[in-house]
């Protein structure tokens, strides 16, 4: 990549922005957005909260200016266009989305632009993390302003190969045609628009008013593969000499073994070439994955203890309480009245459908590493230090994975596999078990979240929140060695639970004094920012608390919220949810509707549902012996700012109310006696097709909104606390504790030791 020159203009209106047409073979093309690009500030009636003026998604989205302009779009001679981003696709439809942007400035068909992911690349410093629902709000200029350079480039080619001005010509479906009826390709301009020097360039972007292909949904680019069974991800791929490898673990969480107690025995199994120690367990590769199986269900060892002890759920629920501390008084007021309740969140697997995976292949001077990664930079600085090499000695490319829900902001199956490679001496290509996804894996922590709220003639005066949690691990920094290193300084990691959660929550009522704080002990967990971090628990408590403080003042829930929000853009998504939904219909006993918002990711949310409790109406037909409530309608409506991509929005949000359901009613980890019970699909119960709500109804807002607004993560806050009050108000009690089913173990535990459960002969007996 050529030195860049600085800018020398600044940008004159909302569309107009600095670009490059850098030098090289073919025609490429960046931004340069620098301090350019203005954000308008936030406006409330009251005092904001600091997520009001200043959230995560700003400090995101900051981090990534200084790089904008690496950025580049390439033309290819085949007329079609290329870019490698930056993001990791793991299902999110970044890729579709991200080609939809490329193709509006180039006037190109959106399967005309190639959208492959960018290998690990130390100089985007902070540009290269995927998470906090940042992807398309902090690319969504860039991408945008290297296509219309990449476009300005053959449109002055294209006048000097057509004898015409620019303002004459049009460029429509990868082809640039003058008023005398000539033409000439994308692909015929591609060497003849390309500079052999780097110049900067003035571009305008294209007003939304004349969008063809922003704002206008289209199915995924990946749509097919994906269904057919075509589509690549880590485990698929073919690398000359890596095995299938898999991992013997030990059975308390993060032991680590000591011995191998019958190596030979294992070596001598069938398509077995490799047994070896490392600080996770025991490796093992082989020729096919069920031998692998085989080996690690017959490998027996000695292990040390594991983190937790022979902890269990009461012992880390004691903990939390311990740490607890007063919330602060405010002044004595004889005519105040204070309602206070503590919720419990268990812990929660966020395994993806697509288990840790990596391959790697190691040799004695470098390391090349294919993994679905979120933090591709830090992972390539880690796995360098580890192996005793420099990141330049290190190549690190980034496969699209099935699922993440925060998980693939660590790289753990890449580190553990470049440990086994380099062991070895081999090429390994490792695959977790879900069993080790379950037991080892990435959790949501356990977390109490503790909320007063003083009452005084008949309004609220004040809300004070504390959230109370173990330890969320914030280790892989913004994507890169500074802030990782910072993160694992001995209070790094407690610094950047306190800034994002301070980013990321806010009350948008008018409660008087408000207040929300967090607490993080206890750091002997593998965990991580699951899918939306603090903000399912912290808001389903909060909403808990607004039904009762309604129900105290006489109030519906409904006008009651309605009355106290302090932004129109949420009053209209909770006004739009509450006349689609129908809210206040008659319903029967035992049934309930339930109502709840959400404000985030420069976005805001309202969630409608109505659940049936009674216990004649639950279907207690179904082939296990998990049973209770059941979603029966959800109305979901988002104001996301500009989208997109529609249909991929609603997507999001339709995995979005699956996921919040199942952290109301079903899903969580029980920790018995050091080690998480769960082991699979089958007993950890996200939420099935049995219990999926036949009525689900996603209404994308219309927004005046020149910006985008964040998605992968938005669905899931608001239809948690709404399920949760709908419960609260069809059974008469709140909720203490989430999940509701937690208490009741419904499943047989999976053994530990071997770690690996047999896998079942019959699949049409399988429980679902």
């Known amino acids: 990549m050529p030195d860049l020159p600085s800018p020398t203009t600044a940008a004159v209106d909302r569309r107009r922005f600095l670009g490059f047409v850098l030098g090289g073979a073919t025609l490429v093309a960046a931004a340069d957005l620098g301090l350019f690009e203005t954000r308008a500030s936030a406006q409330v009636p009251t005092l904001p909260q600091p997520a009001e003026l200043y959230d995560l998604n700003d400090m995101l989205t900051d981090a990534t200016r200084p790089t904008a302009n690496l950025i580049t779009v390439t033309i290819n001679k085949n007329g079609t266009a290329s870019f490698a981003l930056p993001r990791a696709e793991v299902g999110q439809g970044i890729t579709t989305s991200t080609a939809m942007l490329i193709a509006e400035e180039l006037a190109l068909p959106v399967d005309k632009v190639h959208v492959t992911l960018a290998k690990a690349r130390p100089e985007l410093v902070w540009n290269q993390l995927t998470g906090g629902s940042n992807t398309t709000i902090s690319t969504y200029t860039p991408i945008r302003v290297a296509a219309a350079v990449a476009m300005g480039a053959l449109l002055d080619a294209a006048a000097i190969q057509l004898g015409d001005t620019v303002a004459n010509l049009v460029a429509k479906g990868g082809v640039i045609s003058a008023p005398d009826g000539s033409s000439v390709t994308y692909g015929e301009l591609a060497t003849l628009a390309a500079s052999s020097t780097t110049r900067s360039v003035d571009v305008v972007l294209k007003d939304a008013a004349d969008f063809a292909v922003i704002g206008k949904s289209h199915n995924r680019v990946d749509a097919l593969a994906a269904v057919t069974g075509r589509k690549t991800f880590t485990t698929d791929l073919q690398v000359a000499g890596a095995l299938p490898t898999m991992v013997c673990r030990a059975p308390t969480l993060n032991g680590s073994p000591t011995k191998i107690l019958n190596r030979a025995t294992v070596l001598a199994m069938p398509g077995v070439t490799d047994v070896v120690m490392i600080d996770t367990g025991i490796a093992v590769r082989a020729r096919t994955f069920g031998q ?55 812990f929660r697997s966020n395994s993806a459908m697509d288990t840790g995976s990596a391959i790697a292949d190691v040799r004695s001077d470098r390391a090349e590493i294919w993994a679905g990664l979120k933090s591709p930079i830090t992972a390539q600085e880690e796995i360098a230090t580890a192996l005793g090499l420099t990141p330049d000695a290190v190549t690190v490319h980034v496969v699209q994975a099935g699922g993440s829900f925060g998980r693939r902001l660590f790289f753990d199956a890449a580190l553990e596999a470049a440990k086994i490679s380099q062991k070895l001496g081999k090429p390994v290509k490792l695959m977790w078990h879900r069993a080790d996804d379950a037991r080892v894996g990435r959790a949501h922590p356990m977390a109490l979240s503790r909320i007063r709220a003083t009452v005084s003639g008949g309004e609220v005066v004040a809300f004070q929140q504390q959230h109370t949690s173990v330890e969320t691990d914030y280790r892989h920094g913004l994507g890169e060695l500074i802030t990782d290193m910072a993160a694992n300084l001995p209070t790094g990691n407690q610094g950047f639970a306190q800034t994002i959660f301070t980013l990321t929550q806010e009350i948008p009522y008018n409660f008087g004094v408000v207040d929300q704080s967090v607490i993080e002990t206890d750091e002997r967990f593998n965990t991580g920012s699951m899918r939306n971090i603090y903000s399912p628990d912290v808001r389903t408590a909060a909403e808990l608390m607004v039904d009762r403080l309604a129900r105290k003042l006489g109030k519906d829930p409904y006008h009651f919220r309605k009355e106290l929000l302090r932004n129109d853009r949420t009053r209209a998504v909770l006004d739009k949810v509450a006349s689609v939904g129908n809210w206040g219909r008659a319903m029967p006993a035992g049934t309930a509707q339930g109502i709840a918002i959400h404000k985030e990711y420069k976005g805001t949310s309202a969630c409608l549902v109505e659940i049936d409790c009674r216990p004649a109406t639950v279907n207690r037909d179904i082939p296990h012996a998990v049973t209770g409530p059941r979603v029966t309608k959800v109305v979901y409506a988002i104001d996301a700012g500009l989208v997109v991509n529609p249909r991929g929005l609603e997507a999001q949000m339709q995995g979005g109310i699956n996921d919040g359901i199942a952290l109301a009613l079903t899903s969580s980890l029980h920790l018995r006696d050091g080690y998480f019970l769960e082991a699979s699909w089958d007993n950890y119960f996200y939420t099935r097709q049995w219990n999926t709500p036949p009525s689900v109804k996603v209404i994308v807002m219309p927004s005046d909104s020149g910006q985008p607004g964040g998605a992968g993560e938005a669905g899931v806050a608001a239809t948690f606390a709404a399920v949760a ?24 535990p999976k053994p530990t030791v071997p770690p690996i459960p047999q896998s079942p002969t019959n699949g049409l007996k399988l429980t679902y």
């Open 725 to 748: 009050c709908a419960y609260a108000r069809a059974t008469g009690k709140t909720p203490t504790y989430f999940p509701i089913n937690h208490h009741e173990l419904s499943f047989t």
């Open 292 to 346: 692998c199986i085989d080996a690690v269900r017959t490998l027996r060892a000695e292990w040390t203890p594991g983190s937790v002890g022979r902890d269990s759920d009461a012992d880390i629920v004691a903990e939390l309480k311990a740490a607890q501390l007063p919330i602060p008084a405010l002044p004595a007021n004889p005519l105040a009245e204070t309602i206070e309740q503590d919720v419990l969140f268990y």
